[in-house]
């Protein structure tokens, strides 16, 4: 393998090959200290061994810094160095794997692709191992996730989808994900892992560190997304400190997708982190979770691309009303603050939301926000579009639905019943008849007197419509015939006006 390397790289220069070999020989043949030998091999004494080291580090040193490789050989397996000498090879491999390659051409640089990759798998399995870490470590460590992780995502690799409707683009994967899967891993365990000190990491994995790692939500890859779900959890429940700031960074995020660009990849995940969060908060609710979601989470329902990450939002909201039952009638508020008026696709979703949320309302929350609420079910018993119909039909089927509009039937009967006899006499879709005349039926086993008032009432209505009709009609001739009147300026005269006196 090492022929292999030898035969793909250029020689040093003769004068660099006789200090790296006298080097090497003076360490073999004097047995002495070792720090300043970049090739420690087990094989000392080996001339084979003593040639292939020395070519191994020509090879090195022409890629990686020459800081990487001072001090203890980086590839060299954690297995065969002692205990003491562990935390050096650590950060040694920690330098080799800070090196980031470019891999919009696969055949560049592939065997030094593949030591970096080798020495990320070895770091992940010692880490694994559950280490001591000392701050050293913690801190290369912090630098070597930096390097390879943080990075600006070029304008043409953003997606656009955000300002578009709900179905997902062609996913966009990065071509360097061989090794960014690794450092995911790596920075997954190192978080997770019970021996380090939450105090001691607190200095590297701070404010800054959040907001990059925020920032990379925005990939275009999923795969990388999933794993910045997972670490965020990790940092989020490791790290208490941080907690406060992480939840406004991540309402930053939504206020600039809710109020400017209308873009970003990673909402969703985002709001299934929150979800796990919001699931754990204790109770009472402090008044800045109700904050949240007040101005960060139902505003998210007015975006176009909302029915990207409508099921993670639906779980978030009903999630804070199962917590405290009393949001459940500002959540229905909000929801018919932002509710499509002229797209039906996104009304069948918030329909959907609008039975999630109510299977968790008590009657008396109901009571707040009824009028409004089921005059807007109304209008969509009437949709000529057949899905939301058919949705908002649907509605009648739940159990906990129609118990309290059993309790609230003189608010809400009247209502709805006007509605459902327009769509059983002129509605063209049969499925939307068959579901009306059933809910009809429901709502007579329900109250007969009151449901044939509402019907009497409906065709007093009509009898008037003409009369009324003819009105509006008399009163518009009137205006027109009063603003023909008023003969108009032609475009060049010029007009005096006279300015009023004060009195």
């Not at 008044?287 to 993670?312: D, N, S």
Request: charged share 25%.
């Amino acid at each position: 393998m090492w022929k292999q390397f030898v035969s793909k790289l250029q020689r040093k220069s003769s004068k660099s090959e006789a200090t790296s070999d006298s080097f090497s020989s003076s360490n073999s043949n004097g047995g002495g200290a070792n720090f300043g030998n970049p090739i420690q091999s087990s094989s000392i004494g080996n001339p084979a061994s003593s040639k292939s080291a020395a070519a191994v580090k020509r090879m090195t040193s022409s890629v990686f810094p020459s800081s990487v490789v001072a001090g203890i050989e980086p590839l060299l397996s954690f297995r065969d160095v002692s205990n003491a000498e562990k935390s050096n090879l650590f950060i040694s491999k920690l330098n080799i794997c800070s090196v980031v390659f470019d891999f919009s051409d696969p055949d560049k640089n592939s065997a030094e692709k593949d030591i970096k990759r080798q020495t990320l798998v070895d770091l992940v399995d010692y880490v694994h191992s559950r280490p001591r870490f000392t701050e050293a470590m913690i801190e290369e460590s912090y630098k070597m996730f930096a390097s390879n992780l943080f990075r600006v995502f070029p304008p043409n690799y953003r997606s656009s989808r955000g300002g578009g409707e709900y179905e997902e683009e062609e996913p966009m994967f990065d071509p360097a994900w061989s090794h960014l899967q690794l450092v995911y891993e790596l920075l997954l365990q190192f978080i997770a892992s019970p021996s380090l000190d939450a105090k001691a990491a607190k200095k590297y994995v701070d404010h800054y560190f959040i907001l990059r790692l925020l920032d990379l939500f925005d990939s275009e890859d999923p795969r990388e997304r999933e794993c910045l779900k997972t670490i965020l959890h990790r940092v989020y429940g490791k790290f208490m400190v941080h907690r406060p700031f992480i939840r406004k960074a991540v309402s930053n995020i939504f206020f600039r997708f809710i109020f400017e660009t209308e873009r970003h990849n990673g909402i969703a995940e985002l709001l299934e982190v929150l979800g796990s969060v919001i699931s754990g908060f204790a109770l009472p609710l402090k008044e800045e979770h109700k904050i949240f979601l007040c101005r960060a989470l139902l505003p998210l329902h007015k975006t176009k691309a909302v029915g990207i990450y409508m099921q993670q939002l639906t779980y978030c909201v009903t999630q804070f009303i199962e917590k405290e039952p009393r949001l459940a009638s500002t959540v229905i508020m909000g929801l018919l603050k932002y509710w499509p008026l002229t797209n039906s696709q996104k009304e069948v979703m918030f329909l959907s939301e609008l039975e999630e949320i109510l299977e968790s309302t008590n009657a008396i929350e109901l009571q707040k926000c009824m009028v409004p609420l089921f005059r807007r079910i109304a209008c969509c018993l009437n949709s000529p579009h057949f899905q939301v119909a058919e949705r908002v039909l649907l509605l009648w089927n739940n159990d906990h639905i129609m118990g309290m509009v059993a309790q609230n039937r003189q608010v809400i009967v009247p209502l709805i019943i006007p509605a459902l006899e327009r769509n059983a006499s002129s509605h063209w879709s049969q499925a939307v008849l068959n579901l009306t005349l059933n809910a009809k039926k429901m709502f007579s086993e329900m109250d007969e007197e009151l449901v044939l008032a509402c019907q009497r009432k409906l065709e007093e209505e009509e009898r008037k419509l003409p009369a009324t009709e003819e009105r509006k009609r008399m009163k518009w001739e009137q205006l027109e015939k009063a603003a023909s009147t008023f003969r108009p300026v032609a475009g060049k005269t010029a007009v005096l006006v006279t300015p009023a006196l004060a009195p």
